[in-house]
């Protein structure tokens, strides 16, 4: 044990945190209260019971995620990102509060840019990973289930956001959900057993959905009011209750679908729909050339 931690002193700026061990601090809001920006919180295998508050630019950093826990113990939002540029990676996040008038969370951005969440577990929360007005972060490679309400949501006008590479199944509401947040990247996300896989809501637009596997959710994709613009390409929609559901935009009484983007263009082409019943005899452009090519003849 005191040759690890003599490892992690000799890194410069780099603070060490154990529960039941030598270290630096037995807490990491210690840690981060005593640290400077740039520097690295290192926080070995335990179980830490608190709700942190990373209020400079740090990069704190779990020994092993499926070892290193942070327990909100049911009392509020466990992890709070409140300064741009930091990263959080190697935890399992539990356990945060329920409160229905406000954002309880296992993972909270608040106007928070340029953060990097990565390779985290995120189970048990009320809300799995909330970002508010927050913009240009990455949330890639994370396990994340059995929250309460969504795995992770885009509030408010964050965008530029990259949500890629995670694993987000069996929240009770949402697996992802994007409100009035346009301009962001969803891409290689495995996506099931949710109530709504993906849900993009009122003025959500120029999102980019790519390359997800979303699968045995009741709605695969939902749109709520007025959502346009987004390019949806190359997922698949597997066993999905209702595989997309779209609630348009009304004007002058007149309810008219969402202009939204189903492929990528040919021979790029579009989704992959586990119900399609369409056959592939034929090819190009308009699908009248002689010999398949892996894309329907017909449109779904």
Not at 23 to 43: L, M, R
Request: glycine fraction near 10%; include cysteine.
């Amino acid at each position: 044990v005191l040759a690890r931690n003599i490892a992690a002193w000799l890194i410069p700026g780099t603070w060490t945190v154990d529960d039941d061990g030598p270290a630096d601090f037995h807490k990491i809001q210690e840690a981060i209260n005593t640290a400077s920006s740039g520097d690295t919180i290192y926080v070995y295998n335990g179980t830490y019971y608190e709700t942190v508050v990373v209020n400079k630019t740090l990069s704190l950093l779990g020994e092993d995620k499926s070892a290193t826990f942070i327990d909100g113990r049911g009392i509020d939002t466990v992890v709070t990102l409140a300064a741009n540029g930091s990263m959080i990676s190697g935890f399992t996040i539990q356990e945060s509060g329920v409160n229905e008038t406000k954002f309880i969370a296992g993972i909270f951005l608040n106007y928070t840019n340029y953060c990097t969440i990565t390779n985290n577990n995120i189970l048990n929360n009320q809300e799995g990973i909330t970002l508010l007005q927050s913009s240009n972060n990455i949330i890639a490679e994370n396990n994340i289930a059995n929250n309460s309400e969504w795995g992770i949501s885009l509030l408010f006008y964050s965008s530029n956001n990259t949500i890629t590479g995670n694993e987000i199944k069996e929240d009770d509401d949402y697996g992802l959900f994007l409100l009035r947040s346009c301009h962001n990247t969803v891409s290689e996300n495995n996506i099931k057993n949710n109530w709504v896989g993906l849900g993009l809501g009122y003025y959500s637009n120029n999102n980019t959905v790519s390359r997800n596997n979303v699968e045995n959710n009741s709605y695969g994709i939902l749109f709520r009011e007025s959502c346009f613009h987004n390019a949806i390409f190359h997922n698949n929609l597997v066993n999905n209750t209702e595989q997309v559901h779209d609630d348009g935009w009304e004007l002058d009484s007149q309810v008219t679908p969402s202009n939204n983007i189903w492929d990528d263009g040919y021979p790029s082409g579009g989704n992959y729909w586990s119900n399609y019943d369409g056959a592939d005899i034929y090819s190009g452009p308009y699908q009248n050339e002689p010999g398949s090519d892996g894309i329907g003849d017909t449109p779904y």
